[in-house]
């Protein structure tokens, strides 16, 4: 049984920083990408960013040159650290396999989610 588990959410003011952890099991760790998404309130799901197996990563536009995504293939785990944390990235962050078919960038090309970890930025 696949399971991904995200943590590290949490409440912070703008301009600091947060490290979101996705725990997996089930799965061959070190041969899956994984991604991660966000989804504000009252809005779509919004691509973060994704790393593949050899730790490249890309990443959306709205987090580009804030947000970095990591992987540690001992602890089957991936990261995000958010730095310059803004009101606006206020959102559920998830954690997903990428079924390596079509665009990381669409929710839909991925097939295993965690349950998401509350972030939540004032001003």
């Known amino acids: 049984q696949v399971r991904l588990v995200e943590s590290g959410g949490g409440a912070v003011q703008a301009g600091g920083s947060l490290k979101l952890s996705c725990v997996t099991s089930?799965?061959?760790?070190?041969?899956?990408?994984l991604g991660w998404f966000r989804r504000a309130p009252g809005k779509e799901r919004e691509e973060v960013g994704k790393?593949?197996?050899?730790?490249?990563?890309v990443y959306g536009d709205s987090v580009k040159g804030r947000f970095t995504i990591s992987r540690d293939n001992e602890k089957d785990t991936m990261y995000l650290q958010m730095n310059r944390l803004k009101p606006e990235d206020t959102a559920f962050y998830y954690c997903?396999?990428?079924?390596?078919?079509?665009?990381?960038?669409?929710?839909?090309?991925?097939?295993?989610w965690g349950q998401g970890t509350e972030v939540t930025v004032s001003s």
């Open positions: 790393i593949d197996t050899q730790g490249f990563t």
């Open positions: 089930g799965l061959t760790f070190q041969l899956n990408q």
């Open positions: 997903a396999r990428w079924t390596r078919a079509g665009s990381w960038a669409l929710p839909e090309n991925y097939d295993y």
